[in-house]
């Protein structure tokens, strides 16, 4: 795979792109990232002088890469060779965005093999879409045997904390309401996705069993108030679950594996809301934390074993996983350990996480490129 890496902390986006773009040959393919103040027109930018590329894009604070973790900078990735692509979006993302299925089956037709593809995925934030967006890819993909990956867009903590607004692009046109999406074709060997958690399992489980879907509220478990079973089970009072569950966390069993759901709030009626969707009769496991620095070895060993020699790795990072580690003062180290390991990496951190058909919290996703 022949690819190019630029990055620019130039706060100008104009002269960031024209310092990230200065290494780019012809790309096939540019996915890019971009502080949200300047998104709009690095965007714009990216697309005027590659206008023959697939171009893909969401905002974020923390970008990943060989040197070191770029906070507040423009990184763009392009790939010049080896890989088969085509691109789209879909858009009314709160509303239907199933209406916006077939551009997703035109473009794996248009690949000239479905064997190593992935469907690359990047969805706007707090609307609370990430699920009908991921229904509406499932569609499609799962016909064809597609694996579905990618990311909620991300921001700072303290934008994020504003609930402010989040972007994605898709070819110089920039959505707040929308899931941008390019189908990749490996021409190197397969494109393998492994999950990593630093939460894991504990003892208990409980059942869901009244819940409001849309707005992601869970209003009892096991037929009691939702509030009440977690205090309960964290021996703390209600007032202190957000941060009993900050550090403890949840997540929903599906099919033996675990997904984690990140807290949101309690209500005063008791019900709590959460970061992902949770349906009626979800077993939900308890979680704890366990030795992150383990769990990246692990992960590291693991792809390894997979794909001996990968041609790239995109790492696609919880935005607060990013912040715990940062606070732990682990975040470069994390970097480093994959850097080292793999070259190059690539990656961003992310309001949420998609596998499949599940939006999912808290958690590392690693797309390999055989």
């Not at 104009?14 to 990232?33: C, N, T």
């Not at 992935?118 to 694996?147: H, K, M, P, V």
């Amino acid at each position: 795979m022949d690819y190019t890496i630029g990055i620019s902390s130039k706060k100008d986006p104009e002269q960031a792109v024209a310092e990230a773009v200065s290494g780019f040959k012809s790309p096939k393919l540019i996915i890019f990232f971009s502080p949200v103040s300047s998104f709009k027109t690095a965007a714009a930018a990216l697309s005027a002088r590659f206008p023959s590329a697939e171009i893909v894009g969401t905002t974020s604070h923390y970008t990943y890469g060989n040197d070191c973790v770029h906070t507040d900078s423009l990184c763009a990735y392009a790939f010049n060779d080896g890989i088969v692509c085509k691109g789209g979006v879909l858009e009314e993302i709160k509303r239907f965005p199933l209406k916006y299925a077939q551009r997703v089956e035109d473009c794996i037709l248009a690949l000239p093999s479905i064997r190593n593809c992935i469907c690359l995925e990047f969805t706007s934030a707090f609307s609370l879409s990430e699920e009908l967006a991921l229904a509406a890819y499932d569609s499609i993909c799962s016909r064809y045997g597609i694996q579905v990956a990618g990311g909620t867009a991300g921001m700072s903590w303290e934008e994020a904390a504003a609930a402010g607004v989040s972007y994605v692009s898709y070819n110089g046109a920039v959505y707040t309401d929308a899931s941008v999406f390019v189908c990749i074709h490996n021409e190197g060997g397969k494109i393998a996705v492994f999950k990593e958690n630093i939460f894991l399992p504990a003892n208990r489980r409980f059942t869901a069993t009244s819940v409001d879907v849309k707005n992601r509220i869970v209003r009892e478990f096991d037929h009691r108030p939702a509030a009440d079973v977690l205090a309960e089970e964290l021996n703390c009072t209600i007032q202190q679950l957000p941060d009993r569950l900050t550090a403890r966390q949840i997540g929903r069993v599906v099919n033996h594996d675990v997904f984690i759901t990140a807290f949101d709030r309690v209500y005063q009626d008791k019900s709590v809301s959460w970061s992902a969707r949770i349906y009626n009769h979800t077993t939900m496991q308890l979680l704890q934390s366990g030795n992150y620095e383990v769990i990246t070895d692990d992960t590291i060993r693991a792809i390894k074993e997979a794909i001996p020699a990968p041609s790239f790795v995109f790492l696609i990072h919880c935005l607060a996983r990013t912040i715990f580690y940062e606070q732990e003062r682990y975040l470069e180290r994390f970097n480093s350990k994959f850097s080292t390991a793999f070259s190059p990496i690539a990656g961003y951190s992310s309001l949420g996480e998609q596998l499949g058909k599940i939006h999912l919290n808290q958690t590392l996703l690693a797309l390999v490129f055989e």
